[in-house]
């Protein structure tokens, strides 16, 4: 993993691969034990940093942290210095005096973890926890990992169907980047009013109707993201998209899953009836994201101080090398300056 986790992207489908390991073999069953901690991260400090609502998000990382045996900060923006007028540069400059090992950032702002990224303490690692409609990464690694725990690790050519309020959606912006690069076939289902412009660069079929559910594997619903509509009034009619996007137990033909981010909005974009079913894998989810969650803590730290100890010891071979070439040229000069007496 490189120093900070802003983007899916940041990830290859290798790294995606082996992050995921790491929660599968080493943290997944940690929850069955009955003492469920280890010693992993024990004398690092991890600070959740929290400028918008959350649960899911937050009790997984604050918890992960736990778990890990690391000391946790966690900080809320509506009862932090925020309220007093401190900027996001200045919290990170003074929560710095810390010497974080990693900050998990949410921000309603697209771009704040990288902000983060440029300001933070050396040696700190940013783990962005969702940035406005920007990127969710670790939301879209837990994905993954779920779709592995149900399909099998290898998911190439499983068909997806991401339904709901793309156009505002941090997840559907991450999760269509990081399902392509597992190989899964995204299609885009939303009112034309909901997808972003020029979606086809995204590389995903677009579909304005639930008839498009009928031929994929996973179904993966969105909430309506309101507290993003503020500029426009993206849906006329709340009751008529529930006619014409609300998923329900009709939709689905055998053997199809269905995710969902939480918070779901129930007899909105989810039927209450296949909330209340076993057709959903939303519980899953949650579980998953706690081992996932885990695992980027642990190898973000690990990674990183390898990739150093390989940059130390490159360093000292060039450094030996220059030596060696001092040495000989030292050596060469020397005959010349003794050939130069002689
Ligand atoms: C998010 O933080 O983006 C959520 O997990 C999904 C949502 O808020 O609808």
Avoid: C, W
């Amino acid at each position: 993993m490189k120093q900070h986790l802003l983007s899916i992207n940041d990830l290859s489908r290798e790294e995606i691969g082996s992050v995921l390991d790491t929660a599968r073999f080493d943290f997944l069953d940690l929850s069955k034990r009955e003492i469920k901690k280890v010693p992993t991260l024990r004398g690092r400090t991890v600070i959740n940093l929290f400028y918008e609502k959350s649960t899911r998000t937050s009790t997984s990382f604050e918890l992960a942290g736990k778990r890990l045996s690391a000391d946790v900060i966690n900080v809320k923006a509506d009862s932090s210095a925020t309220g007093k007028g401190e900027s996001l540069k200045d919290t990170v400059l003074t929560l710095g005096a810390y010497r974080p090992d990693i900050i998990v950032i949410r921000h309603p702002h697209v771009g704040a973890a990288a902000f983060v990224a440029r300001y933070v303490v050396a040696g700190a690692h940013v783990i962005n926890a969702g940035d406005g409609k920007g990127e969710h990464p670790t939301q879209s690694l837990l994905d993954i990992f779920s779709l592995q725990q149900e399909f099998g690790e290898d998911l190439a050519g499983l068909r997806v169907a991401i339904v709901g309020d793309i156009l505002h959606s941090r997840v559907a912006r991450s999760n269509i980047i990081g399902f392509q690069k597992m190989g899964m076939e995204v299609k885009l289902v939303a009112p034309p009013a909901l997808l972003p412009r020029g979606v086809e660069a995204l590389g995903a079929e677009a579909r304005h109707g639930l008839d498009a559910l009928a031929d994929v594997d996973v179904i993966y619903l969105l909430r309506t993201q309101s507290e993003r509509h503020e500029r426009a009034n993206y849906l006329p009619s709340l009751r008529e998209y529930i006619s014409r996007y609300q998923v329900g137990l009709r939709h689905l033909s055998g053997g199809q899953k269905v995710l969902h981010p939480g918070p779901i909005n129930r007899g909105v974009e989810i039927s209450a009836e296949l909330a209340d079913s076993g057709e959903h894998l939303i519980l899953q989810q949650v579980e998953a994201g706690l081992a996932v969650r885990m695992a980027v803590m642990y190898r973000i730290i690990v990674d990183s101080a390898a990739a150093a100890a390989d940059e130390a010891a490159a360093g000292d071979s060039r450094a030996g090398a220059r030596a060696a070439e001092g040495e000989e040229a030292a050596g060469k000069a020397k005959i010349k300056n003794i050939r130069a007496v002689g």
